[in-house]
């Protein structure tokens, strides 16, 4: 008499972690590590642990330099005053107004591009965006 008995495929120690929903550097550095050594494209790799691929997309990014990675955040003295105002009641000078995860900033002529890009950042980091 043959018994047939299922055989499982162990995981790989990293893939347990590899689904919480934050990775620690230790173990993203582990996913990209397998990914490397299995081949194929990051899509399939992802894929077939059943894992986020823009998770690898932004380690490998955040490994190699690129945009992926940040730059350490750093808080800025502001000073808040009441907006001078023309007399058509409009404020002076250029404006853009965004709003990104129902906090709305508003960026004035002669704000520095990274200034901005550091708000954003802090603003998504903290909602989760």
Known sequence: MT????????????LEAARRPRW?????????RAWEEE?????????KHGLPRERLRFWTRRR???EGARKAMSFVAVD????ARQESGREKGEQVQVE???VRMR????ASQELVARVLRAVKEVQGC
Not at 5 to 11: D, G, Q, S, W
Not at 24 to 32: D, L
Not at 39 to 47: E, L, Y
Not at 80 to 83: E, F, G, I, Q, R
Request: glycine share 14%; charged share 15%.
């Open 3 to 14: 018994t047939n008995t299922a055989t499982t495929k162990a995981e790989p120690a990293w």
């Open 24 to 32: 620690t550097p230790e173990i993203a550095a582990q996913v990209v």
């Open 39 to 47: 081949g194929g494209t990051q899509s399939a790799f992802m894929r």
């Open 64 to 66: 190699e330099g690129t």
């Open 80 to 83: 808040v005053a009441p907006a």
């Open 100 to 102: 990104v995860g129902g």
């Open 107 to 110: 960026v004035e002529a002669g």
